[in-house]
């Protein structure tokens, strides 16, 4: 079966091709064996060159009248067209060849079961793509993520049946679905930076609690020590001023040796190592006093020397440091910038001498100012990098446990790939980390990646090789002779395509387009072919439309034009069953508009007969009059001439008698021949009774003169019938055989009760 036809509703049986039936010929003589073998031969070689030559209706013929079993049921067999299968299982219905029937049951419930399976498969494209949809707007919660990987299954499985347009804006969504993932998980990681910090605070807060209870505690032992010692560092004292001053004297002269030598910088030091001992010793004898008098001497002319070039570049870079505090400069840039002046100042310092001491402190105290924000950011930066270590550290243990316990037997490739994908891009996002801290678990992680790549790598490979073949077998189908098992093989095809593992982006995409454009190719063979097949239905639609304008003109018709006309109708209705095949857009309407039309018609013809049989009863009871008359005649015992004449008239009225009902003109006859009750007012009480009744059968008001005696007949039906009526047309046929054998009655009464009773025929009808 084509595609195209799988996509067309099956027409109803009416409109479904009909062949002319075979006339089914008088039995032949009963054939001998070997007549009977040729006969088989030649059906058979008939059978095999009409499939070969697509002669439909020879198959179909065989499938009815083929001379053996076989036969017909490699004919069964051969018939593919929806249309043609329902006209011949109603041919084969009932028959004595059960085995051809199945077979094309069968058939057609296959044609059925892959119109729905299609149905099926649009529908299930439209409402994946607008769950998807709806599902790309919605706010992250703990259901997104696998719901958007489950949604994204039914989409792959059925996105090759999708338009481009919705496959387009499917992708799109689900971009965005993704994208409230990925913004859903930066939230987590600055929520759990934040809650880092936190933490990190609160510990360091208390630290420092415990750390001011040590201190105190320990300043109380201090105290308590130190009053112990106390006595012991008097006695001591002493001895350290002593051996102070021996020190002292032992540096100013190795300061004058070093200044004897021309070592300006080893004999500034040594006095600056003076200058603290100075602070712990005592007062100075006079020798020593008048020796570091000297030695100050001499290194201040040095100094005033050296600081006439040095000072000027000192204050320079003091300011240039001092400006440094509190800029909005980058801390790491800021760290270089002070690390820059901070060599220049240990450049500028060397052989001088000394630094000094006030300007160097007021550069060192600049210094550690503007280093403070980097302090502060290089811990943190420290705090997040052991953060992420660690998240790396557990991310590597996730990836390793999902490796090891994965059924490599039965791999679901596409959480495998997923995994891989996922833990890199998480791999990359726990950053910045220390380089030595992490080299090691780098390495294992990229072992292990690698490993489970290589493996994806392999499926991959696999795959492609499996599609290629794809393309080449559908390459080969383009040129087929046969297009519609062609395009019957290249549908397994697609649905082998959608059951191949996955590649990888740019290989599926190139692989794709290439199949997809050999499956296109056959696709367009085909619809060249639907091109001839579309200038058929159209001269097919222009009949049926003939058809339906000439049936409605005869519904149209009355009288004797209609009843002419409706002999046309069986013969129209074939010649429209005969039509083969109408345009799937117009073959609903064009059928209901024949079938309408056909209805209409015959309802016309039933109602043109309706009246024609409506204008005999008229006449049967305008004919009972005259016997009326002659049976009055007889109550009154009127003379034998009266009565003679008035039967005859009544004879010659019946002897004359067309189209009036047999029934009612043998009840008139019977009639006639008795003449019945001559009690007048019962008579007339009957007939107003049968009035009545046929006006309750009408739903016909009755005069208010005999709405008493129309309340007690319904009393007396109601408790006789229980409620159950008869039908209007049956009642009142009924009705009018008793008013034909009710006795006689004045003429006056009796015409007005029969125009009554004319009346309610006239509204049933």
Excluded at 123 to 142: G, L, N, Q, Y
Excluded at 217 to 243: I, L
Excluded at 273 to 278: M, N, R
Excluded at 748 to 763: N, S
């Amino acid at each position: 079966m084509s595609l195209f036809s799988r996509f067309r509703k099956a027409p109803p049986p009416s409109a479904a091709v009909k062949h002319p039936e075979p006339v089914a010929p008088k039995a032949p003589p009963e054939p001998r064996a070997p007549e009977a073998a040729l006969l088989a031969g030649q059906e058979e070689q008939g059978l095999q060159a009409a499939i070969a030559g697509g002669d439909v209706q020879t198959i179909a013929r065989l499938v009815i009248e083929g001379s053996s079993t076989r036969i017909r049921q490699q004919a069964a067999e051969a018939i593919d067209d929806p249309g043609q299968i329902r006209e011949l299982i109603r041919n084969a219905r009932g028959g004595k060849d059960k085995s051809v029937y199945k077979i094309l049951t069968r058939k057609r419930d296959s044609v059925l079961a892959q119109e729905r399976e299609v149905e099926h498969l649009h529908a299930e494209v439209a409402a994946t793509a607008a769950a998807i949809e709806k599902h790309s707007h919605r706010p992250f919660d703990p259901l997104f993520t696998p719901t958007l990987e489950q949604l994204e299954g039914r989409w792959s499985a059925v996105a090759t049946h999708a338009d481009p347009e919705v496959a387009e804006k499917t992708r799109q969504a689900i971009d965005r679905a993704r994208e409230v993932i990925a913004q859903h998980l930066r939230q987590i990681a600055v929520e759990a930076a934040r809650q880092l910090a936190a933490a990190n605070a609160a510990a360091q807060a208390q630290l420092q609690r415990e750390q001011e209870e040590k201190t105190a505690a320990a300043a109380a032992a201090e105290r308590a020590h130190v009053q112990e010692v106390e006595h012991q560092a008097e006695v001591e004292k002493h001895e350290a001023e002593a051996k102070a001053l021996r020190q002292i004297g032992g540096l100013i002269r190795k300061a004058h040796g070093a200044l004897a030598a021309g070592s300006s910088k080893t004999a500034a030091g040594l006095r600056r190592g003076i200058e603290d001992k100075l602070a712990h010793a005592p007062h100075l004898p006079a020798h020593l006093a008048n020796q570091l008098r000297q030695l100050d001497e001499k290194l201040q002319e040095l100094k005033d020397w050296k600081s006439f070039s040095v000072a000027p570049k000192r204050i320079e870079l003091i300011e240039r440091m001092e400006s440094l505090i509190g800029a909005t400069l980058h801390p790491t840039a800021l760290a270089g910038h002070i690390k820059d002046l901070q060599e220049q100042w240990r450049t500028l310092s060397k052989g001088a001498g000394e630094n000094g001491e006030a300007e160097w402190q007021r550069f060192h105290e600049a210094a550690q100012k503007a280093f403070q924000p980097c302090r502060e950011f290089f811990e943190a930066q420290d705090q997040v990098k052991e953060e992420n270590l660690r998240q790396r550290g557990q991310l590597f243990e996730r990836l390793a446990n999902f490796e090891s316990q994965h059924n490599w037997e039965q791999p679901d490739w596409r959480n495998v790939i997923t995994a891989v994908r996922e833990a890199r891009q998480l791999w990359r996002q726990h950053s910045p980390v220390d380089p030595s801290a992490a080299e090691q678990l780098q390495g294992r992680f990229n072992e292990l990646t690698a490993s489970l790549q290589n493996r994806i790598d392999a499926e991959y490979a696999r795959n492609v090789k499996e599609k290629k073949s794809l393309i080449e077998r559908a390459r080969a189908l383009v040129g087929s002779p046969e297009t519609r098992k062609a395009i019957d093989e290249v549908k397994r095809l697609q649905e082998k395509w959608k059951a191949v593992g996955p590649v990888s982006r740019d290989d599926d995409r190139k692989l794709w387009e290439e199949f997809r454009k050999q499956c296109d190719a056959l696709f367009q063979k085909r619809q060249q072919e639907f091109a001839t097949q579309n200038a058929a239905l159209d001269a097919n639609k222009s009949q049926a439309l003939a058809l339906c304008e000439e049936i409605e003109k005869i519904a149209q018709l009355s009288g004797q034009e209609l009843l002419d006309g409706a002999k046309k109708l069986p013969e129209l209705r074939d010649a429209f069953d005969a039509i083969e095949e109408l345009p799937k857009a117009d073959a609903r309407q064009l059928q209901n508009r024949f079938e309408r039309a056909f209805e209409r018609g015959r309802k016309a013809v039933a109602q043109q007969h309706a009246r024609d049989a409506e204008q005999g009863w008229t006449a049967l009871l305008d004919g009972s009059n005259a016997v009326r008359a002659y049976r009055l005649a007889v109550a009154r015992n009127a003379d034998e001439a009266e009565r003679d004449t008035l039967k005859q008239t009544a004879e010659s009225q019946l002897a004359s008698a067309v189209k009036w009902p047999k029934r009612g003109l043998e009840t008139l006859k019977h009639a006639l021949a008795q003449p019945g009750s001559n009690d007048l007012a019962a008579n007339e009480l009957a007939l107003r009774t049968l009035c009545v009744r046929a006006e309750i059968l009408t739903d016909t008001p009755t005069p208010d003169a005999d709405q008493t005696l129309r309340r007690e007949y319904q009393v007396k039906r109601l408790m006789q019938s229980m409620g159950q009526g008869i039908k209007a047309e049956e009642g009142l046929d009924a009705l009018t055989l008793e008013w034909l054998g009710v006795g006689p009655m004045e003429e006056g009464t009796y015409v007005q009760l029969l125009e009554r009773f004319k009346a309610c025929r006239r509204k049933a009808l």
